[in-house]
Nanobody
Framework: QVQVVESGGGSVQAGGSLRLSCTAF????????MGWFRQAPGTEREFVAAITWSGDTAYYADSVKGRFSISRHNTENTVYLQMNSLKPGDSAVYYCAAAFYGPPSLQIANSYDYWGRGTQVTVSS
């Protein structure tokens, strides 16, 4: 059974930075494409960033381009989301997801097989 575990959320003032981490456990030897989504109260879950299993291609939502950066460990299903220049509009629960079976369209939530429980990010003005 695969488990996806996020960490690194918290509270920060506008303009600050946070780094989220995520690992998908339980599928040794298999590489997964990994993605981050977020959901604020009263809104739909939205795509934030994703990276292919090889790490050679990353995708970003327009709203975070130039501010967020996704990277991955080169041998494990571990990804990081470096979030800089944070804005109050970035406040949400951030979810990590893993796609082992594909080929996935990484900007679409239905492409992912396993999800974490989420980590809260709060940006104050």
């Amino acid at each position: 059974q695969v488990q996806v575990v996020e960490s690194g959320g918290g509270s920060v003032q506008a303009g600050g930075s946070l780094r989220l981490s995520c690992t998908a456990f339980g599928q040794p030897g298999s590489r997964a494409a990994m993605g981050w989504f977020r959901q604020a109260p009263g809104t739909e879950r939205e795509f934030v960033a994703a990276i292919t299993w090889s790490g050679d291609t990353a995708y970003y939502a327009d709203s975070v381009k130039g501010r967020f950066s996704i990277s991955r460990h080169n041998t494990e299903n571990t990804v990081y989301l470096q979030m800089n220049s944070l804005k109050p509009g970035d406040s949400a629960v951030y979810y990590c997801a893993a796609a082992f079976y594909g080929p996935p369209s990484l900007q679409i939530a239905n492409s992912y097989d396993y999800w974490g429980r989420g980590t809260q990010v709060t940006v104050s003005s």
